[in-house]
T-cell receptor, first 114, second 115 residues
Framework: GNSVTQMEGPVTLSEEAFLTINCTYTATGYPSLFWYVQYPGEGLQLLLK?????DKGSNKGFEATYRKETTSFHLEKGSVQVSDSAVYFC?????????????FGKGITLSVRP | DSGVTQTPKHLITATGQRVTLRCSPR?????VYWYQQSLDQGLQFLIQ???????AKGNILERFSAQQFPDLHSELNLSSLELGDSALYFC??????????????FGPGTRLTVL
């Protein structure tokens, strides 16, 4: 079955540091890949997505590139802010029907110090 | 605001009881998904409905059931509750068909505490 593996956390960075959160996946076919973010006490928000190989998703300074050869979708940001402190989930889904459910990684907590 | 609403926000109940969680999807979205988030299991898919019909099942216990009504809102029923059912329950919705995109939009969740 499908699975998503995220690097172990938590991660603590100083403001303006560079961020990389690793994500690799196992899936049949050609899944879509997502990063969701969960701020304290809130639901999940879609941060960015990519639907095919070599696509780059980007939003709010975050980027991730769909790498089929390495089955990866690493999240990066050049300069993190305190407001980026949250839990980040990598996820994948198939296109439609019974395959459209999201399979999530375990999530990683990011704390950014002023 | 994702456009997906869930009620109640918090629910505290006792073991053995039954509760109902409610979800209203984004306007026009035909698919509703339920997920459970717990510290030990992470985010787990429970069940999916599409336009009133069950489409896929995940790790959903037999004590749990769900349905989607003609107005497309959905309810998740949890019965014979156990301490281990304490978790955050999310509902998500997604547009229909390829043109609707394949991302899911999440509600704020219902935090269930079983005492």
């Amino acid at each position: 079955g499908n699975s998503v593996t995220q690097m172990e956390g938590p991660v603590t960075l100083s403001e303006e540091a560079f961020l990389t959160i690793n994500c690799t996946y196992t899936a049949t076919g050609y899944p879509s890949l997502f990063w969701y973010v969960q701020y304290p006490g809130e639901g999940l928000q879609l941060l960015l997505k990519a639907t095919k190989a070599d696509d780059k998703g980007s939003n709010k300074g975050f980027e991730a590139t769909y790498r089929k050869e390495t089955t990866s979708f690493h999240l990066e940001k050049g300069s993190v802010q305190v407001s980026d402190s949250a839990v980040y989930f990598c996820a994948l889904s198939g296109l439609a029907g019974a395959n459209s459910k999201l399979t999530f990684g375990k999530g990683i907590t990011l704390s950014v110090r002023p | 605001d994702s456009g997906v609403t869930q009620t109640p926000k918090h629910l505290i109940t006792a073991t053995g009881q039954r509760v109902t969680l409610r979800c209203s999807p984004r306007s026009g979205d035909l698919s509703v998904y339920w997920y459970q988030q717990s510290l030990d299991q992470g985010l787990q898919f429970l069940i999916q409905y599409y336009n009133g019909e069950e489409r896929a099942k995940g790790n959903i216990l037999e004590r749990f059931s769900a349905q989607q009504f003609p107005d497309l809102h959905s309810e998740l029923n949890l019965s014979s509750l156990e301490l281990g059912d304490s978790a955050l329950y999310f509902c998500a919705s997604r547009g229909g068909g390829l043109a609707g995109g394949n991302e899911q939009f999440f509600g704020p969740g219902t935090r269930l505490t079983v005492l």
